[in-house]
């Protein structure tokens, strides 16, 4: 005789294993497709890091690039500066400028620009400025009066509708003044 054996289950054990089976399953479905979801996430943001530091890369390699076309041109430039051609203005006559500069009569306009030119034998001062007719004679006359000033020369002069004038200076300072001879 052979003897079977049956596992009795019971409709209603067969349909509560059916739904463990089945929830057991959902389960399973729903963990794996989370996992799925995270793993593309990550790997898009991954991505995204990726192309994001090549930019990084590429922008540093420009920038350094950049420096050192820089550093090049400053070091080029440095070595075309001639230092014999620069010249020392004694600091009692470079007062003196700037004490006759402080003391124009400048109530109605301003000094908009003042150069500093050195060339073979003369340093050149140039201003340049607005202001009104009157002011303007004011500083001329006052500049007339200066020991220290070689030349003036009235390089521009525009007078405006309102009265007012711009204009630019050139003031000539010999050399041997600014070596203090």
């Known amino acids: 005789m052979s003897m079977k054996q049956e596992v009795n289950l019971l409709p209603w ?18 963990i794996m497709l989370a996992t799925g979801i995270y793993h593309q996430i990550i790997s898009t943001k991954h991505k995204q890091n990726q192309l994001q530091y090549h930019q990084l890369q ?27 051609s620069f010249s020392v203005i ?4 470079l007062e003196q400028i700037l004490s006759t ?3 124009f009569p400048l109530s109605q ?3 908009t620009r ?8 003369q340093l050149t001062l140039i201003l340049q ?25 009235l390089t521009d002069f525009i007078t405006h509708p309102d009265q007012s004038v711009q204009f630019e200076l050139s003031l ?6 600014t070596n203090g001879n």
């Open 129 to 153: 400025g607005h202001t009104s007719h009157q002011e303007f004679n004011a500083i001329e006359q006052q500049l007339h009066q200066q020991l220290w000033l070689q030349h003036l020369e």
């Open 13 to 30: 054990r067969l349909y509560a294993h059916r739904q463990k089976c089945h929830q057991m399953l959902f389960t399973l479905l729903a």
């Open 101 to 103: 500069i402080q003391q």
């Open 90 to 93: 004694p600091v009692q006559q």
């Open 114 to 121: 003042l150069l500093l030119e050195h060339n073979a034998q």
């Open 172 to 177: 000539q300072i010999t050399h041997e003044e």
């Open 58 to 84: 590429r922008q540093q390699q420009h920038i350094e690039q950049q420096l050192a076309k820089s550093q090049q041109q400053l070091h080029q430039l440095r070595q075309q500066a001639n230092p014999q």
């Open 109 to 111: 306009g301003e000094l």
